[in-house]
């Protein structure tokens, strides 16, 4: 059964990179056609996906159009983990991030446990 | 990106009665080739993280009450829960994951009458 565990901080300065990392088990990061995903939730937004990351043949990402140029989502083999950095973060950004995967459908199948991010100085 | 609206944004219903909540696409995420819709309905209750209830327009995730059911096609969707329990307070979200940026609705939360 697979499950995610999320780890990062949870205060993050404005201007500065908010950075998560979720650590797989019971599948494998590189296993063929699974994406692995990062969402985040406010009360402003709702529920907004971020971006994904997978292994097809090669490795391949897709963001959300309003974080494309502040975001990167790498895959981590070696720990079978990914992360998600975000650049020059705002208060704006302040929300509950998730990382989740799928399973029988691209639909988000398996959910990390939430970590809230808030931006303050 | 794909617009999804829920409606209503709130719905309050009598226990064992029957609620229903709608979603539309402002595009079909109906994929010919296969014939499957993509799209998902989660639940989230106070305090947790979102479950998926059901993918495919209308496949429940394994362990899902049968109370709960999807159905529609092409741009329009409805989540139903028949018999309302109280453990299904929660805020109902609909997700299409036909193409990137996947989206959510707004969310509709269902409350006890």
């Known amino acids: 059964q697979v499950q995610l565990q999320q780890s990062g901080p949870g205060l993050v300065k404005p201007s500065q990179t908010l950075s998560l990392t979720c650590a797989i088990s019971?599948?494998?990061?590189?296993?063929?056609?699974?994406?692995w995903n990062w969402i985040r939730q406010s009360p402003s937004r709702g529920l907004e996906w971020l971006g994904r990351t997978y292994y097809k043949s090669k490795w391949s990402t897709d963001y959300a159009t309003s974080v494309k140029s502040r975001i990167t989502i790498n895959p981590d083999t070696s720990n079978n983990q990914f992360s998600l950095q975000l650049n020059s973060v705002t208060p704006e950004d302040t929300a509950v991030y998730y990382c989740?995967?799928?399973?029988?459908?691209?639909?988000?199948?398996?959910w990390g446990q939430g970590t809230l991010v808030t931006v303050s100085s | 990106d794909i617009v999804m609206t829920q409606s209503p944004d709130s719905l309050a219903v009598s226990l064992g009665e029957r609620a229903t909540i709608n979603c539309k696409s402002s595009?079909?995420?109906?994929?010919?080739?296969?014939?499957?819709?993509?799209l998902a309905w989660y639940q989230q209750k106070p305090g947790q993280t979102p479950e998926l209830l059901i993918y495919w327009a209308s496949t429940r995730e394994s362990g899902v009450p049968d109370r709960f059911s999807g159905s529609g096609s092409g741009t329009d969707f409805t989540l139903t829960i028949s018999s309302l329990q109280a453990e299904d307070v929660a805020v109902y979200y609909c997700?299409?994951?036909?193409?990137?940026?996947?989206?959510f609705g707004q969310g509709t939360k269902l409350e006890i009458k």
């Open positions: 989740a995967t799928v399973t029988s459908s691209d639909a988000l199948h398996i």
């Open positions: 595009q079909s995420v109906l994929y010919s080739s296969n014939n499957k819709n993509y």
């Open positions: 997700q299409q994951y036909y193409s990137t940026p996947y989206t």
């Open positions: 019971g599948d494998s990061v590189s296993r063929n056609g699974v994406t």
